[in-house]
């Protein structure tokens, strides 16, 4: 299963008993019945060794305790470390060149008849072990005995190869014409979790009675001596050559860069894998001037007997990253731009590819179902068409944290090899190639990881100064438009009362103020009003409509009412706000929640989102005090239910609404004066 999907499961059956067949022109791979073939493979100093893992004859069904089989690699080692005798080095056979493989097959059966029994129980066994004396301390050492080793004391024709250190340590070599790294990946990650979950005891604590009982029970391990012959010397010697001069050639250089992971590469809201990609990109760049085709393996493995498909990483999108980064003239947003919208596509690119959707295997398939005798089609001839093909940066991962490293070669002489893995707080590079420069890639990948999270941060920091800012510049315009509109409203009201105005309503409202745009109040982020806990920034989507209730007893109240409540609030907790409520009531509890006034309001007046509202509740007497309205203005609600223009007169009930807005200091004053002599009637229940 991946993500939650089935997936093909057909190259699991190549883990095992599986084996590579070198031909003069052609290799062929064999599967061989687990059934009659139970024994493994252990290579040490070169020579071969074969041990059954079941009881045979007696219990044939039983298999080897793990106690028996640490006897069992005990005796290997002790008979070839014990036998200095010179024997043909076999195992270096396998790392010709494949058609030289198939002629050296031949000349070793030619050596003597019984060499083929012998290779026979190599091919057929379960797997090969390879026990070394080496122990390799630097990621570089590691590396290249995992990868190659001194050649002689592996059979890269099994499907896979594992190797356990003088040290301890241990690796996995795969053969790739059958299977791919996941299944190997898989096994590692199952053997790992194995060897915890049983608790095995520390064999070296066996004492010596308990040893020679258990090991007497065993057949000893078969020894498989190879007979060799002139031909088959001169191979051996000619293939001892070749390995070397292969082996010096390459430059196998991992590189751990501990300066993020993919979590952080998450917080920027990309794929980590798509962001390595560029990455990869950004260093190759830099260090040839110019953009190559690239391959990442996709898996296919939804579809059956699905294997890999091609992710082409060498996109316009990467082109324009790579020439944005590194031009002077491009601002740090732009070149943030163009990374994501290149991440993107190599995104999209991977999905088509997983999906089936690419054309890297349908052309391969083409290529070689077309028989000697045919004339080449003329695409297959073109020479862009070839450079496309021609993948000089060859690239994977594997995302499983068992490993510490992972490698192979270029697939190019003038290209790399590029292994990586994406952990949580850190990234794992293996580079290879034929002198190419190897380390100095290494450098430019860190590099360029270094100057994509430099710019990321660096864009975030602006956008928020530039969204702080933009609440500043929307902030100081609602001030300004709302002492315009409270001058304009003196005027109103001294006006009104040089005309004697005695009315019914004692309503007097003040523009309001929209504060859902992006930028203002609580565009910006900040904390959430009533748990007062931190809230995450949002620029594209208007403030949520919030609602805050102070206590009578509030010290935020006294300055609220001496001030401003929206400005205090913008002040202190720099959030959007809905509707204000004051009462004795405790915030946010279901009194505060159903305590708000339900007010009336004109149907032919448009009604404001995230403003506040003062009401002033009236006394059930008939006259009140300036005493009386201080009272009052103690228990004061605020609604978020604002009106354009005067509110309506209910049952001869007089309302007083009122928009708290920045800058207006002494709007408490002016309302007390105003109506300080007024008799207030009683009102309803219903607008209680």
Known sequence: MARNAPFCMNMYQYLFN?????????????????????????????????????????????????????????????MADDDKSSVPEIGILSTTHRDQAGKDRITLFEAHISNKAHMAKIETSMFVLCLDSSSPSTSEEFSRACWHGDGASRWFDKCFQLIVFANGRAGMNGEHSKMDATPTSRLCRFMIDEAQARN????????????YECASALDKPQPLNFITSPSLDLAIANAHVA??????????????????????????????????????QLAYYRKHGELVATYESAATRKYRHGRTETARSCSIESKAFCEAMDHPDTSLKARAAACRAAVARHAQYTAWAVDGQAVDRHL?????????????PAMFQDPIFARTCRWRLSTSQISDDCFTAYGWGEVVPDGYGCAYMVKETELYFCVTSLGLGSREFGQYIAEALDDMRFTFEEVRKIEKAEAAEAALVAAAAAAEAARVAAEEREKALAAAAANGDNGESDAMVLPMIDTTSPGFFGSAGGVDLISRSPSPPSLSKPAPRTSLFFQKDDPVLRTALARNAMAIAQEKYWSGIDDIAFDDVTPGSPKAKTARPQLPTNNSTSISASSASLLSNNSSSSASTDKQQQQQGNRMRSSSQLMGGRPRSDSGAKRTFMAILMGEDSVLGRLRSRRANSNLSNSSSNNK
């Open 243 to 280: 390995f070397k001069e292969t082996v010096d050639a390459h430059q196998m250089v991992p590189t751990e860069f501990k300066g993020y992971g993919k979590g952080l590469i998450k917080a920027f809201k990309m794929s980590p894998d798509a962001y390595v990609q560029m990455a990869l």
């Open 200 to 211: 095995l005891p520390d064999f070296r604590n066996l004492n010596a009675e308990d040893l």
């Open 364 to 376: 391969l398939g083409l290529r070689l179902i077309r028989k000697p005798e045919e004339e080449v």
């Open 18 to 78: 599986y084996s590579r067949i070198a031909g003069s022109c052609a290799d062929t791979a064999v599967g061989f019945a687990p059934e009659t073939n139970n024994h493994i493979c252990v290579v040490r100093n070169g020579k071969f060794y074969i041990f059954e893992t079941l009881h045979l004859p007696s219990k044939p069904t039983s298999v080897l305790s793990p106690r028996e089989i640490m006897i069992q690699l005990e005796r290997i080692k002790k």
